[in-house]
């Protein structure tokens, strides 16, 4: 496992609960286990807040890190496109590496495709909500 990977996850700023959340989501990974909540805070259609909890092994932990930050004062259909080039990265077709997910190199590479389903659960929690 990549050193940078757990830096990543050890970053839990919104790594919290949002009680006021305008926006709620929890998904469950059928295959391990792994288990995410995402509240958000949105505003017009900007995210203003974003938290997360998580019951979850470390990819999943950086995913939602990562995700976390690039989202807040992010506008949703911004934040639904990239949840849809983070699928097509692990797809079938393999999509060459863009630049919107340049905050996320240490997580997607050939490397941790095994890992794909806990890397992309938040973004699937993610998109539940940005895409209504």
């Known amino acids: ?9 050890a970053n839990s700023r919104n790594n919290k609960d949002i009680k006021n959340h305008t926006h709620y989501s929890k998904l469950k990974n059928s295959i391990c286990g792994d288990e995410i909540k995402i509240k958000l805070i949105i505003k017009g259609e900007k995210i203003v807040n974003f938290g997360y909890q998580t019951a979850s092994c470390i990819y999943c932990q950086a995913s939602a890190s990562l ?10 259909d911004k934040i639904d496109k990239l949840c849809d080039e ?15 997910l340049k905050l996320f190199s240490n ?13 992309l659960l938040p973004f699937k ?3 539940k909500i940005v895409s209504d």
């Open 86 to 100: 983070a699928k097509l990265f692990f797809g079938k077709d393999k999509k060459i590496f863009n630049n919107n």
């Open 67 to 76: 995700l976390s930050k690039i989202s807040i004062n992010s506008k949703k």
């Open 107 to 119: 997580l997607f590479t050939k490397e941790n495709f095994a890992r794909k389903d806990c890397i």
């Open 1 to 9: 496992m990549n050193l940078e990977i757990i830096n990543i996850a």
């Open 125 to 127: 929690a993610l998109k």
